[in-house]
C-alpha cells in the first residue's frame, strides 16, 4: 500500500477509466464481504466528495473488514483506532516526544495520519476525544503546539457505532454529526446472505488475510482525481438546486422535527447527488439521484421531537414522507 506520508495524489487519469475502475470495486470487495452494496456505494461517494462516514450496524457485521477490503481494493493506506473512555486526543492526533539525544521534542503522529481512519466505536470516547477529530475532518490538517500538519490525500474518518447499547456511550453532538457527510446504516445479512458467509469461513476464508482472499487494488488516487474532476463538470440545473433547497426547508418546518436540516446539508446532498449520477453514466443530475442520496446524507443532520420519537417515529421515515410530498421538478 502507499505510504500516507508522501505526496500520493497522482495524475488525474481518463473519466471514463476512472469510472470503470470504480465499478470493479464491488467485485473486489465482494471477494471478502458478502451482499454490502449499498455501504460500498456510499463510501466510495464520500471518497469522490472528500467526506466522511458514520457507519452504524450492530457488532458482527463486517463494518472493519469492509473497509479494510475497500483500503486494500484502493491501495490506500488504513489504520483504525479503538475509542475507549480513557482515549485521549493525542492518541489519535499524534504529540510531541523528547528525544534525549537531541534534546529537542519532536512530534510523532498518531493513527489519523493515514488514507483511511477507522474510528471503532466512536461514541464510546468522552465529547474532547470525539472533538479531537473535528479539525483533521474539516480542516485536513493537525495541529499540534500551535504547528498545522497537513494530513495525506485522500483522506476519509469512517467512524462506527452500536444502534442498540446506550449504556458507557457518549452521544455526538449535532455539531459533530453534521461534520460527515453520510450516515450508512449496515443491515443484518439476508438469510442467503449469511449461508454464503459460513461456506466461505467453511472453505477456509480468514478475514485477516485479504490478499488469500485473492482483494487486490483495482483503483488509486489517480482514478479518484479523475473522478473528481468529471464530477465538477456534473451539470445541475436550477431546477434541481430549488428541489434540493425545497427537501431541506421542508424539513425544518416538518411537525416532527425539532431540528432540520442546515444550508451546509443541502450542499452535501447536491454534492453526493452529483457524484452518483457520474458514477450511473451521466453528465447531469436528475431528481432520482437526488432521492437516491437523500436518506444517507440527511438523516444524521436532523432531530426528532421527544414526542414524535415516543410515538416510533424515525428520520427515515419522516425523510421518506417529505421525498413523497415535495414536487419533483420535470
Not at 191 to 202: K, S
Not at 249 to 272: D, K
Not at 276 to 303: C, M, N
Request: aromatic residues 4%; charged residues 20%.
Amino acid at each position: 500500500m502507499m505510504d500516507p506520508t508522501t505526496d500520493n495524489a497522482g495524475q488525474p487519469g481518463d473519466a471514463d477509466a476512472a469510472r470503470s475502475a470504480l465499478e470493479a470495486l464491488r467485485a473486489e470487495i465482494a471477494k471478502a464481504v458478502v451482499g454490502q452494496d449499498p455501504a460500498v456505494t456510499g463510501l466510495v461517494v464520500a471518497l469522490l466528495c472528500r467526506g466522511h462516514v458514520l457507519l452504524e450496524g450492530v457488532p458482527g457485521v463486517a463494518k472493519t473488514l469492509l473497509v479494510r477490503t475497500l483500503a486494500a481494493a484502493l491501495d490506500l493506506g488504513t489504520k483504525r483506532v479503538q475509542f475507549t473512555p480513557d482515549l485521549m486526543p493525542s492518541d489519535v492526533t499524534g504529540s510531541l516526544v523528547y528525544d534525549a539525544r537531541t534534546a529537542e521534542f519532536s512530534f510523532q503522529p498518531g493513527p489519523v495520519f493515514t488514507h483511511l481512519l477507522l474510528a471503532d466505536e466512536i461514541n464510546r470516547t468522552p465529547p474532547k476525544t470525539q472533538s479531537s477529530l473535528l479539525e483533521a475532518m474539516e480542516e485536513r490538517q493537525v495541529t499540534v503546539d500551535g504547528t498545522p500538519r497537513p494530513l495525506p490525500e485522500p483522506f476519509l474518518v469512517i467512524a462506527t457505532q452500536n444502534p442498540v447499547e446506550y449504556e458507557g456511550t457518549y452521544p455526538l453532538p449535532e455539531a459533530q454529526l453534521d461534520r460527515f457527510l453520510l450516515k450508512l446504516t449496515i443491515p443484518l445479512p439476508s438469510r442467503q446472505d449469511e449461508i454464503d458467509v459460513l461456506t466461505r469461513h467453511a472453505a477456509g476464508f480468514d478475514p485477516r488475510d485479504l490478499r488469500a482472499a485473492g482483494v487486490r487494488p483495482v483503483a488509486g488516487p489517480a482514478d479518484l482525481d479523475a473522478a473528481r474532476t468529471a464530477i465538477a463538470e456534473t451539470a445541475v440545473s436550477p431546477e434541481i438546486a430549488a428541489y434540493v433547497v425545497d427537501l431541506c426547508r421542508a424539513t425544518r418546518e416538518s411537525p416532527s422535527l425539532s431540528l432540520g436540516v442546515s444550508p451546509r446539508g443541502a450542499t452535501a446532498l447536491l454534492s453526493t447527488s452529483r457524484a452518483w449520477a457520474w458514477l450511473t453514466g451521466r453528465d447531469y443530475v436528475i431528481p432520482d439521484d437526488v432521492k437516491a442520496l437523500a436518506l444517507p446524507t440527511l438523516r444524521h443532520r436532523v432531530q426528532l421531537r421527544p414526542e414524535a420519537e415516543m410515538e416510533g417515529v424515525t428520520a427515515d421515515s419522516v425523510i421518506n414522507a417529505i421525498l413523497a410530498h415535495v414536487p419533483v421538478p420535470r
